[in-house]
Structure formats: C-alpha cells, structure tokens
C-alpha cells in the first residue's frame, strides 16, 4: 500500500500547480486540497479560525514543508508519538514517526482492521496487549497528554467519537485517502464501520475515564509526552519518505511559535500492521493499515475545521 501512496504523492505534486489549485475557506491561495474539499472537517482547528497569521507566510510554510525542507532522519519505522503540533515546555518533540495518537493509532486500527483477533476484550485491555506485542519486539512506544486537561490527547479523548464519524462518513473518508494513493474497497470499508459499530455496541470496550486509557499505556511501558499551550496547527502534513518525519521545533523557530503543522507518517502504517499480523496474512496487513489510515482521518476531521489543507511531502 506504501509505494501506491508514494507514487501517488508524486503525481499530485507534479499537478498541483493547475488542477489542485483551491481556495480555502479563509481566503488563503493554496496548491492544496482541503478537508472541506472532501466534506470532511468538522472541528475548530485550521487556518479559517484565526486572525494571527500571515498569510504570505503561511504559503510559504505549506511550499517549504511539502518541498520536505523540514523533514529529518528518524531510526524507529512505527508511528509512535501523536500527530499533534504543540511541543513540550522545552520547545521539543522525540524524533519519532507519527500518527494520530501515537502508539494508540495502531491500537485502534488493530482493533478496526482485524477485529476477529480483538474479540470481545476492552480497550484498555487492547491497548495494553498492543504496547506488550511491540514491546516483545523491541519497539518503543508512546502516548502523551497536555498540561492543561485531564486527557490531553484529541485521538485517545474523543475515540468514541472517532469511531462513530467512520461510521457516519466512511465514504468521503475513503474518497480523501483514494486522492492520496491508499484505496479501500467496499468490502474493506464495510469491514471497518461493522467493527466501530459492534465496539459502539459494546458496553464496556471505550473507558469511561478517558484518561486511564493513557495510564494503561504508560503502565505498560510506553514512554509519555506532556505537551503545552493550545492547538496552533494550520495543516496537515502527509509525509511518505521513508526514514523521516517532520520538525516541528524548526518549523516554530522559522515562522513563529503560531505556525504548526500536524504530521502523519504514513509511510510507517504498513510496517505497524507487517508487526500486528501474527499469522502472516496479507490481507489482514493490507486491511489494518488502511484501518490505521481511516482512523487517522477521522481523528483529523473530528479535530480539525473543514479549511485545513493536506499537503503532501514530496
């Protein structure tokens, strides 16, 4: 699935100067495709909600980051720290790949792509045998919360929420990751809404305390991030080369402390779901990563308004 996205963000970055050309919601010129150009994004994150930023400078950020200007080396090949823009007190981030939620972005695309293994167990239940499978494989793994609320973290939060928008929206979700070269067929779409639903269904899967969720991951071993000051992310960057992910500290030093980015990795997806797939099925592979992938769409429209550009990295 990895090298049809790859090839993918080629194409569109070969075309973008013409066909991709949109106007967003804010009145910002941009290259990129929206989330709103998929009727997706229904939160308050994007560059439609403030009157902080420049717009040149803005332009600017998106040409360079999807230039992959920003991007720098990392040694781990799974998702581990949160999409999420802000940094910690120190202005920092680990130099790790990312996902929407972190480790728990496989967690749920475990859980969404290959739910007959998952069984009847809960999520924090889940969530503890994924951190001990990658664990046992010596990987690391991560999670993270905020300095200002009890659960800090928009993936692990609003998962019920998450799972209940695949569900509501799974077509125009499905559309926005066919535009970026991840192709998810109907059986597989069905697949995936049948299992949100039956977790929906399911008394006790989702924690009531959102919270504990986060400390069953922490418990078992998986590193914690405690992140600062509100969500500033102006886009999302949908980064494909291997080996690398994005910078945020350096975008924050190069533009101002008011310009993040979200960043998906999603060239690692396919290597999560390679080490999740204990009886080496293909299909099953193929059908987590995509799972990965829906999840972390979902988690972006739910936190992110409909003027939020995707901008792939060449």
Request: proline share 3%; aromatic share 6%; net charge negative.
């Amino acid at each position: 699935m990895f090298e049809k996205l790859r090839s993918m963000v080629r194409f569109l970055d070969s075309d973008s100067k013409t066909d991709l050309t949109k106007k967003s919601d804010n009145d910002h010129m941009t290259q990129f495709m929206t989330l709103g150009n998929f009727s997706l994004g229904m939160g308050k994150i994007g560059p439609a909600n403030r009157d902080d930023i420049d717009k040149q400078i803005l332009n600017m950020m998106y040409e360079r980051v999807a230039a992959g200007d920003f991007n720098i080396p990392v040694e781990s090949n799974l998702p581990e720290i949160c999409v999420d823009g802000r940094t910690d007190k120190n202005g920092s981030r680990k130099r790790v790949p990312s996902a929407a939620g972190g480790t728990l972005s496989i967690v749920y695309g475990f859980d969404l792509g290959n739910s007959e293994s998952v069984d009847k167990k809960t999520e924090i239940e889940l969530t503890a045998e994924v951190i001990d499978i990658l664990k046992n494989k010596k990987h690391t793994t991560a999670v993270h919360g905020d300095d200002h609320s009890d659960c800090g973290c928009g993936a692990c939060a609003k998962a019920p929420d998450i799972y209940r928008y695949i569900i509501k929206e799974i077509d125009a979700i499905a559309t926005l990751t066919n535009n970026y070269g991840i192709s998810i067929s109907d059986t597989e779409k069905a697949y995936v809404t049948k299992t949100a639903e039956k977790r929906l269904n399911q008394s006790d899967f989702f924690a009531e305390d959102r919270s504990s969720v986060i400390e069953a991951a922490r418990s078992h071993g998986a590193d914690y991030e405690e992140l600062v000051d509100a969500h500033n992310e102006l886009g999302i960057a949908l980064n494909v080369k291997a080996g690398t992910t994005v910078d945020r500290a350096a975008i924050r030093r190069e533009f101002g402390h008011q310009y993040d980015l979200f960043v998906v990795d999603a060239w690692t997806f396919d290597n999560a779901a390679r080490e999740l797939n204990a009886e080496n099925h293909p299909e099953v592979a193929d059908r987590i990563s995509k799972a990965i992938a829906i999840q972390n769409v979902a988690t972006a429209s739910i936190l992110g308004h409909s003027s939020l550009p995707i901008i792939p990295i060449k």
